[in-house]
Nanobody, 126 residues
Framework: QVQLVEFGGGLVQAGASLKLSCAAS??????????MAWFRQAPGKEREFVAA????????YAANSVKGRFTISREDAKNTVYLQMNSLTPEDTAVYFC?????????????????WGPGTQVTVSS
């Protein structure tokens, strides 16, 4: 069973940067291709796609709301995926979740992912 754990959330002011990490372990992670993604969920709202990366890191996808501000990357030697978040605004406040799917291509749809982390809170004050 693949396990995911997110790190790096916190409270920051608007305009600041934050880098989230997601450490993967267990199951066949490392010996099989896994596309990875970040989603977020704000209070009272549905979970929404933030960014995804293919299994070999060759292609990334980002939601329009974060394009140009957030960057997803992966370091397979450490089984870790990152989300660099710049120019944060209060609208970015949410619980951020890491997700994995056992295929090459990433997806913008939560139902396509098999494994999820517990989430990390990001709060941006104005």
């Amino acid at each position: 069973q693949v396990q995911l754990v997110e790190f790096g959330g916190g409270l920051v002011q608007a305009g600041a940067s934050l880098k989230l990490s997601c450490a993967a372990s267990g199951g066949d992670f490392g010996s099989r291709l896994y596309a990875m993604a970040w989603f977020r969920q704000a209070p009272g709202k549905e979970r929404e796609f933030v960014a995804a990366i293919n299994a070999n890191g060759a292609r990334t996808y980002a939601a329009n709301s974060v394009k140009g501000r957030f960057t997803i990357s992966r370091e397979d030697a450490k089984n870790t995926v990152y989300l660099q978040m710049n120019s944060l605004t209060p609208e970015d406040t949410a619980v951020y979740f890491c997700a994995a799917r056992g295929t090459y291509f990433g997806s913008r749809y939560a139902q396509d992912y098999n494994y999820w982390g517990p989430g990390t809170q990001v709060t941006v004050s104005s």
